[in-house]
Every structure is written in structure tokens, then in C-alpha cells.
């Protein structure tokens, strides 16, 4: 039964345009991640949002934002994409903080051409 | 270098079998570890978490855990070709930080 839904699925688009992801959870969590999986299958943590607080910013390029709305809700966005930003991005969600559970949705796969 | 390090890459186990894999981490202050699981087009998904040292079994998956040595491993018993999939082992430390994957472990069942 899927809780984390990600939007769109696939989304191929050329160098320097600007994408977004959009992510959404059922479950009534106060945490949301986004993760990037690169084609090696390494999982590497993106961002993390705590009741509209980022808590947790790895060094990820600044054309990366995440956008929140509220708990329910994390959007990633890409300003300029490059080559190396092809990757699977996964949405998650936990109760709190990384001593839970953490629930991934299905992922959007970016082709930057 | 990765802070989770998981051996081996792949493996491959004969439907029935036992399969086996491990987990080391380079880092003292992860408290919290977990395996999560990734069947091919969707997003990983928890087996299981183990905290405290010593074993811990959930019907076909048993998980050790060695604090001393930070070396997690993970057993299924009588495999089966749905547990063909990606494993992963994660770690955080006691403050709740980012949890760190490892590299992955795919397990091949074979029927």
C-alpha cells in the first residue's frame, strides 16, 4: 500500500531547464527526506524537513531546493539542470527523527540529456 | 569512502537456501541500524531495525548485531525468488542525524 506518492514518475529534459518534483505523504508524519540514487545504486540523503525546518542539508549543489507547503507536502526543485543530475530521487517520511522507520515512495527518475 | 561498507555486492542463492550478508561501519557514533529493501522500480522499504547487540529474528530474516566490531549481518532463511532484490544497510547516530546508507548487497534467488 503505497503512503509516499511522487510525481511525475519519469522526466527527461536538457541541460539548464528547471524541474520539480513534487512528493506527498498520508501517513501523518513530521519528517520528509529526499534521497538521490545514483546509477551505481548508491542512496545518498538530500534534504530533510522536520514541521517546515530544515534540519539536515548535506552538501548538495545549490541549484537544489526543497520547497514545503506544510508536513504532508515536500517538492524538490532543480535550477539548471546538469548531466551528473541524472539520477533516481526518492521521497521519504518518518515519525520523527531517524530512529524510526522511514517510508520511501517510488521514486522519479531524471534523464538530463 | 563510504561510512557503510556492505559485503558482498551480489550474491546468489538457491531458492530454499540461506542467504548471508554483512554491513561494517566506519563510524562510532551510529547507534541505530537498520536493512531496508529494494525490489527493482520501487523505493527501499524496511525489513527490519536492530539496536542492541546480539540477534534479532523476524520470521525468515535474522539480523546480528556486534556494537564493538560495528558490523551488522543479515540472514534469510529459506530464500525465496521474491527476496531477489537490493539490501541495504543503514546506520544513524544517537543525535537522530541523516541516515546513512551502505553500498547494497543484490540477491539473486534462483528458483
Known amino acids: 500500500e503505497t503512503a509516499v506518492f511522487q510525481t511525475p514518475n519519469y522526466h527527461v529534459t536538457q541541460v539548464g531547464n528547471e524541474v520539480s518534483f513534487n512528493c506527498k505523504q498520508t501517513l501523518g508524519h513530521d519528517t520528509m527526506y529526499w534521497y538521490k540514487q545514483d546509477s551505481k545504486k548508491l542512496l545518498k540523503i538530500m534534504f530533510s524537513?522536520?514541521?517546515?525546518?530544515?534540519?539536515v542539508n548535506e552538501t548538495v549543489p545549490r541549484r537544489f531546493s526543497p520547497q514545503s507547503s506544510d508536513k504532508a507536502h515536500l517538492n524538490l526543485r532543480i535550477k539548471s539542470v546538469e548531466p551528473e543530475d541524472s539520477a533516481v530521487y526518492l521521497c521519504a517520511s518518518s515519525p520523527r527523527d531517524n530512529s524510526y522507520e522511514q517510508y520511501f515512495g517510488p521514486g522519479t527518475r531524471l534523464t538530463v540529456l | 569512502q563510504q561510512k557503510v561498507q556492505q559485503s558482498p555486492e551480489s550474491l546468489s542463492v538457491p531458492e530454499g537456501g540461506m542467504a548471508s550478508f554483512n554491513c561494517t561501519s566506519s563510524d562510532r557514533n551510529f547507534q541505530y541500524f537498520w536493512w531496508y529493501r529494494q525490489h527493482s522500480g520501487e523505493g527501499p522499504k524496511a525489513l527490519m531495525s536492530i539496536f542492541s547487540d546480539g540477534d534479532k529474528k523476524e520470521g525468515r530474516f535474522t539480523a546480528h548485531l556486534n556494537k564493538a566490531s560495528l558490523h551488522v549481518s543479515l540472514h534469510i532463511r529459506d530464500s525465496q525468488p521474491s527476496d531477489s532484490a537490493l539490501y541495504f544497510c543503514a546506520a544513524s547516530d544517537q543525535g537522530g542525524r541523516a541516515l546513512i546508507f551502505g553500498t547494497g548487497t543484490t540477491v539473486s534467488v534462483s528458483p
Open positions: 524537513y522536520n514541521n517546515k525546518q530544515l534540519i
